[in-house]
């Protein structure tokens, strides 16, 4: 049967299609204006905002950071421009050790590059870039930069570097930078410093490097520089120059530093030396040290473990957080505290018969027999434990404890570095808190106070607390703040300013009786039972000082034997001193560890020091011990020039109307 189309129906379905296909694009054409609409009239700024911020990229510039020099201009820290080869582990694409072993076949990468590398990368945040090799050479960055393509992720990079060029010396003074971790990042997000180290991977980390970090970084600069859409860099539209960081000028004589360093050796110990008058530090040495250059990079596993678990400690700063008894270079304060309190005269004396006997315990001075007949002046000059037993129980702790602490004993410095420890100055309070879980130790006993009196006990101050409290008997109770940067130098102007301007306080004290202190210290190095005549034998100044030898670990009333006790638990030699007597312009303590006697020890190397600061003397060098036959003898060393030796002081002339006569020489 034949069927017939229907025309009419299908023409129908035939508009009816073709309206909604019109319908869905005029729908869809809609749309697009919509967008447009949205994008280019209500979105306009917005967008035109970020298309500009990738047409324009803002770069940092990254300031030159502040030179450290010494009181005579002598670079102790500087700057230096190098190539360095970073990793930005975000971005690789291939797995990091493929990576770097590919990069060793067109660069030199050690096994220590690839160690410090890793630490450093559990360090950084995974954003940042990491390097992998610093100081590249020129045909090394030459070889990188042709096969750049094949390494996505990885850059070579110019940077400034840090470099110490004296390597150990004064390293605990002027510390080292390092590279900002996560926890220092976080801190300068925190106080809103983060911008201006944009660009900046170091910062300091110890020293005056540290302390001085907001002086010596500088503020960074910025360019706008027009790029493509592939970031090439067209042109700079403006820039914004960096200011550099300050200068600092430091109160160290590079020069003394390196005498005094010389002098300790192989010696564990610690010296400070400080100029009265302006509480300028000379010399700041704590040994062993460590080279900083080593921190710059990155420092490697093996040397990072190598300082942190040597038995000598290279990496603690002795004169800051090294705390010990002081021995009797605390007995000229104690006099002093007797003489200003009312609790001896000069002319009051004791018969010593070797021992002081207290509650049925007896005291044993380090002189068998005693020191017969001794006066203020021969207790201080021939340091006679006896007299000072006495002394100490007749005034009690809490005298003590409020006179020495006028004088910085058991209290921050100030000096300009971190981590300053308070050391221990005793007293009942002090015991009480010390030992407030064990209520039968919280009392204070009369035994607790002799020990004291001479130096022991609960005595521990640092090197700094111990040279600024000389310093400030030699500057006749006027306190100066010690520092180490005398002069901070602005980046811009060169504008100088001081940072101690001026005194802290006078301690109130009668004149009289620190120049009879001052007198009893003279006979220390110039008396012929002086405990320092031996080393300052035949110097051609006047010099005032104290010995002390101090114990490491009871005795528990055994006889002192070096020989039978372990090497680090013998006895630390210490020696204070000013000179010239009269007129002070160096005040020192210094302490070797675990070697015995401070005359023995510790006043040759002061004796060194002064030397150089007053003369110019430097020590002679060591012999050679198999010289080679026919060989040409070294050079001299050039003689410096020297100002002329100081005269004697009027103070010294009237040292022998108040000693008594002199027995056998004793050692301290």
Known sequence: MTEFKDNDREIHQFRMRLTALVGLVFICFGLLVARFVWLQVLQHDKFALQAEGNRIALVPIVPNRGLIVDRNGVVLARNYSAY????????????????????????????????????????????????????????????????????????????????????????????????????????????????????????????????????????????????????????????????????????????????????????????????????????????????????????????????????????????????????????????????????????????????????????????????????????????????????????????????????????????????????????????????????????????????????????????????HAVSTLANNGVVMKPHLVKIIEDGATKQRSLTVPKETKRIPLKQENIDFIKRAMVGVTQEAYGTGRRAFAGAEYISAGKTGTAQVIGLKGQKYNAHAIDERHRDNALYVAFAPADKPTIALALIVENVGFGASFAAPIARKAIDYHLLGKRPAPPKPKDPVPGAPAAPAAPKPTAPAAQPAAPIIQAAAAVSAPAPATRKE
């Open 84 to 467: 360095t080869l970073e990793i930005t582990p975000s971005k690789l694409q291939s797995n990091m050790e493929s990576v770097i072993d590919e990069l060793a076949k067109l660069v030199t990468i050690e096994q220590r590059d690839r160690r410090r590398f890793k630490r450093l990368l559990e360090e950084s945040r995974s954003f940042a870039s990491v390097p992998l090799r610093t100081r590249l050479t020129d045909d090394e960055v030459a070889r990188f930069t042709a096969q750049r393509f094949r390494f996505p992720g990885v850059e070579v990079q110019a940077r400034l570097f840090r470099q110490y060029p004296l390597g150990e010396t004064a390293s605990h003074v002027i510390g080292y930078i390092g590279r900002i971790n996560q926890k220092e990042a976080a801190r300068l997000e925190e106080e809103g410093l983060d911008a201006n180290y944009n660009g900046t991977e170091h910062m300091g980390k110890e020293g005056v490097e540290k302390k001085y970090e907001s002086y010596l970084h500088g503020t960074t600069g910025y360019e706008q520089v027009e790029r493509t859409a592939g970031g090439r860099a067209i042109r700079t539209l403006s820039r914004t120059a960096p200011t550099p960081g300050s200068n600092l000028i430091l109160s160290i004589d590079i020069e003394l530093q390196k005498v005094v360093e010389e002098a300790f050796g192989e010696n564990r110990g610690a010296l400070v030396a400080i100029e009265p008058s302006t509480g300028d530090v000379l010399a700041y040495v704590s040994r062993p040290g460590y080279d900083p250059n080593l921190f710059v990079d990155g420092i490697d596993t093996q040397s990072w473990n190598e300082l942190n678990t040597s038995l000598d400690k290279p990496l603690m700063n002795r004169p800051l957080s090294g705390t010990y008894p002081p021995g009797s270079t605390f007995k000229p304060f104690m006099s002093l505290a007797a003489l200003e309190l009312g609790f001896r005269k000069p002319s009051d004396a004791i018969r010593d018969p070797g021992f002081f006997m207290l509650g049925g315990h007896r005291f044993n001075d380090d002189k068998p027999g005693g020191h017969g007949y001794v006066d203020m002046y021969r207790s201080i000059a021939e340091s006679c434990d006896t007299y000072y037993y006495q002394l100490g129980n007749e005034m009690g702790i809490d005298n003590i404890a409020n006179f020495m602490g006028q004088f910085g004993f058991g209290h921050p410095t100030g000096i300009d570095l971190e981590h300053e420890k308070t050391g221990v100055l005793p007293s009942k309070e002090w015991k009480a808190k010390r030992f407030a879980r064990n209520r039968a130790a919280q009392k204070w006993v009369g035994g607790d106070t002799i020990s004291v009196s001479i130096g022991q006990g609960f005595n521990n101050y640092s090197m700094i607390q111990l040279a």
